[in-house]
């Protein structure tokens, strides 16, 4: 599957849950909700993310489909808070870690991922387990780079199998220490909600090309977590919708 991309006018649709009739409707109401890990943006927080669904109705609109789990970096802000950050949002404010660039060697090291890594192993042995992950900016670049390791036999080996993943302006990973994380595109289902005047736009959009078969949806504004209507809502729906019909299929397999 090619990545789908709603872009104003599009009438692309999915796919994913065109077995949703009214008996698998009726069966997804029945069902739990979908358990999710949310990593937040650079030097903000897990309340800040919370927030930010709440003011973009995402909230609201994935209510009956997602529960959830918002959690704080283990590392202090060990820098200026970002301007887009400290006018709107109260702290105190976290980082997955900090990009350190060595300019002689021409490299860059994320000072606190193994600290990150050791947290986020603790969260979902204590926590778990998660259906999906999601991560906003850098918690985006932080999701990603721990379904990818899990995927590798690398993190997470005790805890179940993360079914899916939701990027919102995702990023790149820059340190060559976790470069070997995209020698192959990862499978796993994912969506990838991507502004037209991010910053990290480039990155969001290299990201992309790093998973097997993702989906798209573009939205009109830059660095922010968007509000979703119409077509776009609804793919983000009938994605989740998917997961969840998966799901009950593997419960129900498993008890026969």
């Known amino acids: 599957m090619s990545p789908v991309a709603l872009c104003s006018g599009d009438r692309h649709i999915l796919s994913l849950a065109q077995s949703s009739s009214a008996n698998g409707a009726t069966s997804r109401a029945m069902a739990r909700k979908l358990r999710v890990l949310a990593l937040h943006s ?3 927080s897990g309340k800040t993310f919370a927030l ?15 529960d959830i789990v918002y959690v704080d970096a283990p590392n202090a802000a060990s820098g200026p808070i970002p301007e887009d950050v400290k006018p709107y949002f109260d702290g105190p404010y976290y980082e997955w870690w900090n990009a350190e660039k060595d300019e002689e060697r021409d490299r860059v090291t994320y000072r606190g991922w193994d600290t990150s890594k050791g947290f986020l192993e603790k969260i979902v042995q204590e926590q778990g387990p998660f259906d999906g992950i999601m991560g ?11 379904a990818a390791l ?27 220490n976790l470069s070997y994380i995209y020698k ?3 499978t796993l289902p994912s969506v990838h ?15 992309l090309t790093k998973w097997q078969d993702p989906i798209l949806i573009r939205h009109p504004r830059g660095h922010v977590i968007p509000r979703l209507e119409g077509e776009k809502l609804k793919v983000m729906r009938t994605f989740l919708e998917a997961q969840q019909t998966q799901m009950q299929a593997q ?6």
């Not at 909600?193 to 990201?207: A, L, M, N, P, T």
């Not at 419960?251 to 026969?256: A, G, I």
């Open 52 to 66: 930010q669904m709440n003011r973009a109705g995402l909230d609201k609109a994935l209510q009956d489909l997602l």
């Open 42 to 44: 650079f030097r903000t």
């Open 136 to 146: 906003f900016s850098q918690g985006g670049a932080c999701a990603s780079t721990v």
């Open 150 to 176: 899990q995927r590798l036999g690398v993190m997470l080996q005790g805890a179940a199998p993360l079914k899916f993943a939701i990027f919102f302006a995702g990023a790149l990973i820059r340190d060559r």
């Open 193 to 207: 909600i991507i502004g037209d005047k991010d910053y990290v736009k480039e990155w969001s959009e290299f990201q």
């Open 184 to 186: 192959e595109k990862v």
């Open 251 to 256: 419960q129900h397999s498993s008890k026969l």
